[in-house]
């Protein structure tokens, strides 16, 4: 499975961005798929995931009611709409696509999002 993340950039606090995570091909809903972050100086750490086979959402307490994870089957894509965001959103985000456990999974290259104060 390849992905391929996109969508970053620069916005404004208060401002929202959607990102994207295209695969080259459909992914099975065995595949849980997700997205997760890493700030500078910090480690990779969850946002949200669309849970295998019955498509719950899970989110970081952090993003709760502010991101929204949702796929769309027709485009092998999978999308996160960030709403409200905050400086400490500032990090590159990573889509990843597993069965088991992420560490196991395919994982894209990673979209910078930068936000101003």
């Known amino acids: 499975v390849q992905l391929q993340a996109s969508g970053g950039g620069l916005v404004q606090a208060g401002g929202s961005l959607r990102l994207s995570c295209a695969a080259a091909g459909r992914i099975s809903d065995n595949y849980n798929i997700g997205w997760w972050r890493q700030a500078p100086g910090k480690q990779r750490e969850f946002v949200a995931l669309l849970g295998s086979n019955n498509g719950n959402q899970y989110y970081a307490d952090s993003v709760k009611d502010r991101f929204t994870i949702s796929r769309n089957n027709v485009k092998n894509t999978v999308y996160l709409q960030m709403n409200s965001l905050k400086f400490e959103d500032t990090a590159i985000y990573y889509c990843?696509?597993?069965?088991?456990?992420?560490?196991?999974?395919?994982w894209g290259q990673g979209t910078l999002v930068t936000v101003s104060s």
């Open positions: 990843a696509a597993y069965i088991s456990t992420p560490a196991s999974g395919y």
